[in-house]
């Protein structure tokens, strides 16, 4: 920006500089958005050996739809990857999408946040816009306004914006969903607001505007809306079965035809946001009950298959083949994924087991398939297109089979290959 150019000025002209601060999963596929729509995109990213392969290798460091040929496109052009922060001084809009995990006791990792914030501010000025993507508690938006005051940088509603603007897009979906949700924009001021909107609106997003705490909440709450609706989808699956009755039967019951249905199916669910993202609901201790309830649900969901596993079959000393590392369908992301959970305890049961994953660990299928024992974590496609009769001519007869996506349509979470039984009832394991 040149000495005494305002944002709007850049806008208008339609040459903004743009940096974003942490270019994983989420910060890659945006700065690919902004650089595909004209924007000049530093990235800026403090593992400089994943910087240089990037720029060395020109491939999507994992995948994402659509995201290669925009890489191809852009790379060295319009977006500039590197590790240098003091080139947000260059910018005229800093979107920080650095990783927020949990610690080992379930507390939120917000020190590194709050450090970038205090990194930031010797190159901030009046007219940089500020906006934090990266997933955090209530609160911590406002806090930060005070860790840049603290740091004497210019404050906010005296000359930088500051907002919080969370990321919802179905993660390796990113730029097509980019152009389709609405932004929600969150400013500590009426100002901040409305500078982060109008740089989001020029993209074609519709906007919604509301103030940062609410914007917080509204992320966590989109979250844990999803995962308490998986949790429930995984208790009735355990209740179906307590009952001998067919989960896949009931769900169709509730749903079909029914405009107040919407039960989701059972399955795995795990990942780096629903896994972690309750326990920024921290203001009260005991964590909220309905979702810690939820995580409690959807993490014993793989020892209670070992559990239905072993009503047909002791799993000690039998091979197992594990199919699907990652945390979902056809993803090659395995952060937080329960299948190593799943693998834990079949090993500690006893079990050798071999795993497979098309995106992660491709090498292993044939080793896996040979297995006495067959384990369907995730749910990718590569596995539902064999179908049954595929299922069948892959694997030895007679393996015991877990299914718990009801990916071969079988309806049973247990079966034995081979069985010519049809959608199961009492016998349903
Ligand atoms: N992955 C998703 O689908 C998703 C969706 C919505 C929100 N989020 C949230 O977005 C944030 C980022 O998630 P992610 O999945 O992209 O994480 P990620 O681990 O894939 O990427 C984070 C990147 O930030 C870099 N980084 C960390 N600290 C840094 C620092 N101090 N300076 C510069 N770079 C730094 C890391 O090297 C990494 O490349 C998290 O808060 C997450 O909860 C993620």
Redesign the pocket.
């Known amino acids: 920006m040149r000495p005494g150019q305002r944002l709007g000025d850049i806008m208008r002209s339609g040459q903004e500089t743009v940096a974003i601060?942490?270019?994983?999963?989420?910060?890659?596929p945006l700065a690919l958005f902004l650089a595909d729509r004209g924007c000049v995109v530093h990235g800026?990213?403090?593992?400089a050996e994943?910087v240089q392969t990037l720029l060395e290798t020109r491939r999507m460091p994992f995948g994402e739809e659509g995201a290669q040929p925009v890489l191809e496109a852009v790379l060295g052009k319009r977006f500039l990857p590197g590790?240098d922060?003091s080139v947000i001084a260059r910018c005229e809009v800093v979107v920080v999408?650095?990783?927020?995990p949990i610690d080992e006791h379930m507390n939120p990792v917000l020190g590194?946040v709050e450090?970038?914030f205090r990194?930031m501010a010797p190159h901030l000025r009046a007219g940089h816009t500020i906006l934090l993507?990266?997933?955090?508690s209530p609160g911590t938006t406002g806090y930060l306004a005070r860790v840049l005051e603290q740091s004497g940088a210019p404050l906010p509603g005296r000359g930088i914006h500051l907002a919080f603007c969370?990321?919802?897009?179905?993660?390796g979906h990113s730029l097509e969903e980019l152009a389709e949700i609405p932004q929600i924009v969150g400013g500590v001021d009426t100002a901040s607001t409305t500078a982060a909107a109008a740089f989001f609106a020029r993209f074609g997003m519709a906007i919604l505007e509301t103030d940062a705490m609410s914007a917080e909440l509204a992320?966590l709450f989109c979250n844990m809306y999803r995962y308490i609706d998986f949790a429930m989808a995984n208790e009735f699956m355990m209740l179906a079965t307590e009952h001998g009755r067919n989960i896949y039967e009931i769900v169709r019951l509730i749903n079909d035809g029914y405009k107040r249905g919407g039960v989701k199916q059972p399955g795995l669910t795990g990942g780096?946001?629903l896994y972690?993202?309750g326990f920024f609901l921290i203001e009260r201790t005991p964590y909220p009950e309905l979702i810690s309830n939820a995580w409690k649900i959807n993490e014993s969901v793989p020892a209670w298959l070992v559990a239905r596993l072993e009503e047909e079959r002791a799993v000690e000393g039998r091979s197992v083949g594990l199919f699907g590392l990652a945390f979902k369908r056809n993803s090659d992301?395995t952060?937080n994924s329960l299948s190593f959970k799943f693998l834990k305890i079949l090993r500690r049961k006893g079990a050798s087991v071999v795993a497979h994953d098309p995106f992660v660990q491709p090498d292993t299928l044939e080793e896996a398939l040979e297995s006495e024992i067959l384990v369907f974590a995730t749910n990718h496609d590569a596995y539902a297109d064999w179908g049954l009769e595929g299922l069948r001519q892959r694997a030895r007869s007679g393996a015991l089979v877990c299914d718990p996506w009801n990916l071969f349509g079988t309806e049973r979470i247990v079966f034995t290959l081979g069985d010519q039984a049809g959608p199961a009832r009492d016998s349903d394991g």
């Open positions: 601060v942490g270019i994983g999963r989420v910060g890659l800026v990213d403090r593992d994943y590790s922060l999408t650095i990783g927020t590194p450090q970038i990194d993507r990266s997933t955090v969370p990321e919802r897009i179905a993660q992320k780096p946001c972690k993202d992301d952060r």
